[in-house]
């Protein structure tokens, strides 16, 4: 990804995601057309999960290495 995604488009993915009824594979074009970008699923892909492992990695740990 050459440029930065900013903070505004970033919460609309959340805001998408978070939408009952919305595909992921929906998120990108819904995206482009409002914010004029040219994201792609991959990239809306790797905003997902940078943020989920920037949240939740200390979570995970804690299931996975419970005993």
Same mark, same amino acid.
């Given at each position: 990804m050459t440029e930065e995604i900013s903070e505004e488009?970033?919460? %609309?993915?959340?805001r998408l995601v978070s939408t009952p009824g919305?595909?992921? $594979?929906?998120?990108?074009?819904r995206v482009?057309?409002?914010y004029k970008t %040219?994201?792609?699923?991959?990239?809306?892909m790797k905003i997902l999960s940078d $943020?989920?492992?920037?949240?939740?990695?200390d979570y995970g740990r804690r299931l996975c290495c419970k005993f």
């Open positions: 488009v970033k919460n %609309e993915i959340f919305v595909e992921i $594979e929906d998120i990108p074009d482009n057309k409002v %040219e994201l792609n699923y991959e990239e809306v $943020e989920y492992l920037k949240h939740n990695l």
